[in-house]
DNA sequence: ATGAAAGCGCTAACAA
DNA sequence: TTGTTAGCGCTTTCAT
């Protein structure tokens, strides 16, 4: 079947292949009769003009990376359809990568994307990214980057995350009201911005209500193998919290699954807040206080914030930190007991 | 800063352009220490080559796409991880489109993507597509197309399913087993291939218990935001089911909702069995027996038959269905009660 | 209002 | 073993 590139239909209709390009694109210089019967075949011909050629040319792919750890996270699904319902409109596509927390996977992904393959880059790192020269070396290509959620403080690109530091003070504040004497806090990234904010923010909220910080209620879970084990271990012993603040949402099914198993009930024995975006929290057993994150808004700010750069060039003087807030829902699993 | 290509590479070896394209290639038509020269100043000048030019040469662009309905499902984004995981070895990057339900979005979707932009397509359709030219048309381009999980049954098109109806038939007999007398089950596709497979497993198995098929018991919930409603109402009635099967995990909440809602026990008043690949159905109250679909598998084999059909034309003899079982995990939503 | 010519960066056929 | 030439399909000057 013979292809039609725009070659064919200035042949059809004896024009140049110039006429019929700027035909396309509705530009002044063509004449309305020249642009209907250009129009007209190209719908006849159910032409689609050749994206690589075009992109040769403008050097403009009109796509997009989105580079994350995983996909198979409600979080992060909702950032990719809040990215979706802005690229969408704009016309980009949208590749995907999945580094599965691992850093040098990451490093290679961004080593092949910044061949011209995309316009720009919205990335959440791996929980094991050390070093930031790899992004950086991005930038250098003239490749805008937008951070989510993950960021790299130090690096000077535009940043979209929730208010970690407050909903995390907020929750603890909140456990505190619930009763609470001994809170701990779980992570399963011990150095993820997000990580340190959200810690920072519990711990902050103990020390504003003179609360001494008892270091042993960290408890941190670095090792995808030993989470269950830990968290059980750590609400065996004595020095167990009554009150615990998960920072991700894959830490709800251990710490569920070891309060079964070692007999402590929700919330009797212990209340539970994580911050999860998944819908099943309202019909866990018991229902799961959450902090619910605003991953739809953040994967759209983060997808405008990209689009914009991709713009008129050297406007980049956009604010370096968009900080959407999070929303605390309050269910069973924090409710009052009578102890 | 000056951008790196092959004629850079050239003039600075004295080399041809030609000769830098082949060396690259590791081309048995170079010499060793050519090669090498070759591929010492590309790594030094970090050469990257550029994706368009070289896919508009070779007709190639190593990159397929995923259509699908939606991301933030946890059966959907499985899929993806299975794709990914073999589509990155092969070194091919994936667009992903999302059509949320939308077929007008979808035959969108299509007519832009056969462009060239890709080199195949994995496709799991919308609830509401109703013709397959949009299809074929992409196969008329030489695009090789594979479905997945809702496929259209007329096409000739490879296809990776689950077995819906031997687990929809497996699943109505656990729950004969359970004691139920009146078992309902409830969609909302009407019209997908999956949801008739698994209805007419159900059908089949009271059947062959020789049990009278109420069409009243199979529930249809076209309408999203009727669905909880629906339910409710049929849960309500005098006529209603002691078992019931979810055709799809989005069903799960507004059931149990619903049970909760309307003081029906799950398993005493109702036992319930979802087909579902969230995690969270082990700390549902009370946990939920699942159809578990091989998310992941179907993901790798579809991406397995997409790529093979990428490679030396016209071996397309393989077989026209893949059919990868699903697994029931039973548990407390089912459980055996006194009554 | 239309067209000729050049070239994006690469690869493939063909020479040398 | 290396190089010359041509061209993928498109857009962009710059003419006409």
Redesign the interface.
């Known amino acids: 079947?013979e292809n039609i590139t725009i070659k064919v239909l200035a042949s059809r209709l004896n024009l140049s292949a110039t006429t019929i390009s700027k035909a396309l694109k509705d530009s002044y210089e063509i004449s309305e009769p020249t642009k209907q019967r250009v129009r007209a075949l190209a719908a006849e011909l159910?032409y689609?003009?050749?994206?690589?050629?075009r992109?040769?040319r403008t050097r403009k792919?009109e796509?997009i990376a989105v580079v994350l750890p995983e996909?198979?996270?409600?979080f992060f699904?909702?950032v990719?359809?809040g990215i979706?319902s802005v690229v969408r409109e704009m016309g980009y596509?949208?590749?995907?990568?999945?580094t599965h927390e691992d850093y040098e996977r990451e490093k290679e992904i961004l080593?092949?994307i910044?061949?011209?393959?995309i316009d720009g880059l919205l990335i959440s790192i791996t929980k094991n990214t050390i070093t930031s020269d790899h992004i950086a070396?991005l930038e250098?290509?003239?490749i805008p980057v937008i951070f989510f959620d993950r960021i790299i403080e130090q690096l000077q690109v535009p940043k979209v995350v929730t208010n970690d530091f407050e909903s995390s003070y907020q929750a603890t504040e909140h456990l505190l009201n619930c009763g609470c004497k001994k809170i701990g806090v779980c992570t399963i990234f011990a150095d993820l911005e997000l990580s340190k904010q959200r810690i920072m923010g519990y711990k902050q909220a103990l020390k504003d209500n003179h609360i001494t910080i008892d270091v042993d209620q960290v408890l941190c879970c670095t090792e995808d193998d030993k989470t269950y084990d830990q968290i059980y271990h750590k609400l065996q012993s004595v020095n167990r919290p009554d009150g615990l603040i998960a920072i991700v949402d894959k830490l709800?099914?251990p710490i569920?699954?070891a309060c079964?198993n070692s007999g402590l009930r929700i919330p009797e024995d212990l209340k539970v807040i994580s911050f999860s975006n998944?819908?099943?929290a309202?019909?866990?057993?018991?229902?799961l206080t959450t902090i619910s994150q605003p991953a739809f808004l953040i994967g759209q700010a983060a997808a405008r914030l990209l689009i914009n750069s991709l713009g008129p060039k050297y406007e980049q003087v956009q604010q370096d930190i968009t900080i959407i807030p999070s929303e605390l829902i309050i269910r069973t699993s924090t409710s009052l007991t009578n102890r």
């Open positions: 079947m159910n689609t003009p050749n994206t690589y050629a992109s040769l792919s796509t996909i198979a996270d409600h699904a909702l990719i359809n979706e596509h949208v590749l995907i990568y999945l080593q092949y910044k061949n011209g393959r070396q250098q290509e003239n709800t099914l569920y699954q079964e998944n819908p099943s309202s019909i866990l057993n018991p229902s």
